[in-house]
């Protein structure tokens, strides 16, 4: 069972920063905004990093290649400015960046790279007779006000093409819709746009000149809103802006020819080697004489799976376009009505996943996708599964030739209606994940291992077509730094991993991939990793924007002054038990704060205390751990985080993985249903069963009595079959039926106290009847001499069951009732 760790009120940074020596430690550093939120791509260029508790900034970590940090100064505890080289080669469009600190690392924030020189938008230009006069070929970087409208003015010559891009949303500060449209200089639109497939909420257009003249490039909110946040760049030049792709993929390493599609200057082809490494996140930008597109296509690439573009027409299965089950399916949903056939052969008890890729892709389709057999019925059909786009798994019922169709749900189409269906033998996969602890957050999404020390997450993974134990492992951990993660059971999809760094641990940061690998040897699955950071959250907690990860950032940080760890319990945790696990700290000279301890992780059927506190100068605490009923009887390893406050901000490390041995009860017990009058007594006796053989004797005392009942402790050893405990009920006791009584039974194992909560019973408190009638005085008859008779020893009373004792209560009521007199 995961644990919900509560979230402190400021970011926590579980991440990495270099292991410098400071005179006072910057806690928890965090990462507000960036500015300029980007830079042209071959040029140098000074960023700010505005955030808090950034004193011991060291350096960036970047996810993509092609950035490299020149330098970096820590201008206060709020500011850093850094210096940044992009290469030529650099990729176009969004770059992940974090704050290396010697105390953490910062949260993830993005800023963009681009083809073109950046200029900084001019105001006043909020009116359309006086616009920012512009040269096209630029990226300007503005602001949008509430209710603002930016004008920027550029001169073409007929047949010219225009185009603009916006980067609003995707830069990930605020919720920011943009709006851009082209105007001339009467006013009129000739092209505008807000939302697209292709960049979201962000907005792109393009146009040929009509005529020689000025035109016009607006910006502004959706709904003309806007705020000092709502910052964004405009990219305005003369490159393409097509709008489809056609192939949206390829097999790795091939060299292939795509057309792009929508461009107002007409469709035009482009030879692109595929990159020969698998990239979930590679983009093609168009690009042509006049220059490359700043916003590029997702483009599938594929170990296996060729290509096949459909052939018009072939809009029924008499005129399906000719495949293979070893290529990808592309093709355009070019009118209204248009249905795309493609004819391929099939065996029987081949098996496929089969998805459209098209809004996935950027484009507008929303498919619906039908599997038959040529000449025969459907076999499958699908519409919306993932998002838009459609999915099916089938298995291919005989050796045939089979039609796969492709159309959208609204009978739509256009030029830009495009896809990509790939069918691919279903194979076993994994995806590994660290589980956010606070939703839309990214607290402790990162790890930062402090030297000599620990931290420690829980790690889960999603298994795909298969079942089973599972080990963890991680690449390219920071030297000095290992991975401590026990095998997952089948049974889990959780548990928890320490990372443990050396005293002489290298001050070094890495991006992990952390994976989940078949324990069975026959099984081969491939696995991923995939952690996102969510930008920005719109009404009804909508994610309107968020970056996906498949790395996870480990670093080795500063010592911390102190170290906390488990003290294991030599004795076991029974079912339906619980105990006090104890937690002790090292506290180096000087540090003297209160540590808090959170449990991570709880073994199927454990349950674990919300928090414990080693108090200010102590050195240890303990927090209470129960096990069910059912808990899983095993062996099992956990971890406790700890927290304290170091400098000016949290910092948290773990203790070790520590062995928690849930194993079965000692003993059994039942416990007989009790029940008594007010001021009086009874017992309550209890029938044993030994379940593990246990030396000396377990004391055992009843637990959920009512106010005003009393008993005291009874022992019992192992060949003990009963006992019984004598119960005092005064007069005052409440009346009723009391529920839930039990017993608490402790036997010591290797000096430690096992606890058994066993048993369960009743007890009935009734008031006492009333006084009987005063009887009719009856003179009695002389006495009259008998002979003595040696009176008979009385054999032992008989215990009476409670059946027989309600027996007897019911008699003497019945016997109360007829001897009352009569009115």
């Not at 949260?107 to 616009?131: H, M, Y």
């Amino acid at each position: 069972m995961i644990r919900r760790i509560p979230s402190v009120a400021f970011a926590m940074a579980l991440a990495f920063g270099f292991a410098v020596a400071q005179p006072a430690l910057a806690s928890s550093p965090s990462l507000g905004g960036i500015s300029p939120r980007g830079m042209e791509r071959g040029k140098t260029v000074e960023l700010t990093f505005s955030g808090g508790r950034l004193t011991d900034a060291k350096s960036l970590l970047f996810y993509t290649p092609g950035l490299r940090l020149v330098g970096l100064k820590v201008v206060n505890d709020a500011t850093v400015k850094a210096t940044v080289e992009a290469s030529p080669s650099c990729t176009l469009g969004e770059h992940p960046v974090r704050v290396l600190c010697a105390s953490g690392i910062s949260e993830l924030r993005t800023f963009w790279v681009g083809p073109f020189p950046t200029i900084d938008e001019k105001e006043p230009n909020s009116e359309f007779t006086k616009p920012q006069v512009i040269t096209p070929g630029v990226t300007i970087h503005g602001v949008v006000d509430n209710e603002d409208v930016d004008y920027y003015s550029v001169v073409l010559k007929k047949g010219q093409r225009l185009s603009a891009e916006i980067e609003g949303m995707r830069l990930g500060g605020t919720l920011f819709d943009p709006y851009i449209a082209i105007l001339d200089t009467k006013r009129f639109e000739l092209v505008a746009n807000d939302d697209t497939p292709l960049l979201g909420q962000d907005a792109m257009v393009s146009m040929v000149a009509p005529e020689d003249g000025t035109y016009l490039v607006q910006v502004r909110e959706s709904a003309y809103g806007g705020n000092g946040a709502c910052t964004y760049r405009l990219h305005v030049g003369h490159f393409p802006r097509p709008t489809a792709v056609v192939p949206a993929g390829g097999k790795a390493g091939e060299e292939i020819e795509v057309t792009f599609i929508g461009d107002p200057t007409g469709p035009f082809k482009q030879k692109i080697r595929v990159p020969s490494e698998v990239d979930a996140n590679f983009r093609l930008h168009p690009a042509d004489a006049q220059g490359i597109a700043p916003s590029g296509f997702l483009f599938r690439i594929s170990p296996t799976l060729g290509n096949v573009v459909e052939v018009e027409p072939n809009d029924t299965p008499g005129t399906a376009s000719p495949a293979s089950l070893t290529q990808a399916f592309h093709g355009v949903v070019g009118q209204l009505g248009d249905i795309d056939n493609f004819k391929f052969a099939g065996k029987k008890g081949q098996v496929f996943d089969v998805h459209c890729y098209a809004r996935r892709l950027g484009s507008p389709l929303d498919s619906v996708m039908t599997l038959l057999v040529f000449g025969g019925g459907v076999i499958a059909s699908a519409d919306d599964a993932i998002g838009p786009d459609s999915y099916f798994r089938v298995t291919l019922p005989e050796d045939k030739e089979y039609i796969l169709t492709i159309q959208d749900h609204l009978k739509k189409g256009g030029p830009n209606f495009f896809y990509r269906v790939e069918m691919t033998a279903v194979a076993p996969g994994s995806t590994a994940s660290i589980p956010k602890v606070a939703q839309y957050s990214q607290e402790r999404q990162t790890l930062s291992v402090p030297k000599n020390g620990r931290v420690a997450t829980l790690v889960t993974v999603g298994r795909r077509d298969w079942g089973g134990d599972l080990n963890l492992t991680a690449d390219k951990l920071p030297a000095g730094v290992k991975m401590i993660a026990d095998m997952m059971p089948g049974n889990l999809d959780t548990i928890p991993v320490v990372f443990e760094a050396t005293p002489t641990a290298t001050p070094d940061s890495t991006l992990a991939k952390i994976t989940g690998t078949p324990a069975d040897p026959k099984v081969a699955s491939l696995g991923a990793f995939n952690i996102n950071a969510e930008l920005i959250i719109g009404n009804n907690q909508a994610i309107f924007y968020k970056v996906d990860q498949d790395r996870a950032a480990i670093n080795v940080t500063d010592e911390l002054p102190f170290k906390v760890s488990v003290v294991e319990s030599k004795a076991p945790l029974v079912q339906n038990g619980s105990m006090n696990l104890k937690i002790v700290s090292e506290r180096k000279p000087g540090f003297t704060g209160p540590i808090t301890i959170y449990p991570l992780f709880n073994p199927p059927g454990m349950s674990t205390a919300g928090s414990a506190t080693i108090a200010e100068k102590q050195n240890e605490t303990t927090i209470l751990v129960s096990a069910a009923p059912n808990a899983q009887i095993k062996k099992w390893r956990t971890a406790f985080l700890a927290t304290a406050t170091v400098g000016n901000g949290p910092v948290w490390t773990s203790t070790q993985l520590a062995t928690i041995d849930i194993a079965a009860p000692f003993f059994a017990m039942t416990m007989e249903r009790g029940s008594c009058e007010q001021g009086k007594e009874t017992d309550i006796f209890c029938k044993l069963t030994t379940q593990t053989p246990f030396d000396g004797k377990a004391t055992v005392t009843i637990v959920g009595l009512p106010p005003k009942v009393v008993t005291g402790p009874l022992e019992f050893a192992k060949d003990s079959k009963e006992i019984g405990f004598h119960l005092k009920v005064d007069k005052t006791a409440p009346a009723g039926t009391h529920r839930n009584i039990f017993c608490q039974a402790t036997v010591m194992v290797a000096g430690e106290p096992v606890l058994h909560n066993i048993g369960g019973t009743e007890l009935r408190i009734d008031v006492p009847l009333p006084p009987k009638p005063m009887a009719v005085a009856v003179v009695k008859p002389m006495a009259v001499a008998v002979a003595v008779v040696k009176p008979v020893e009385k054999p032992p009373e008989k215990r009476l069951t409670r059946l027989e004792k309600l027996r007897l209560e019911q008699d003497e009521r019945e016997k109360q009732d007829t001897a009352a007199p009569k009115k």
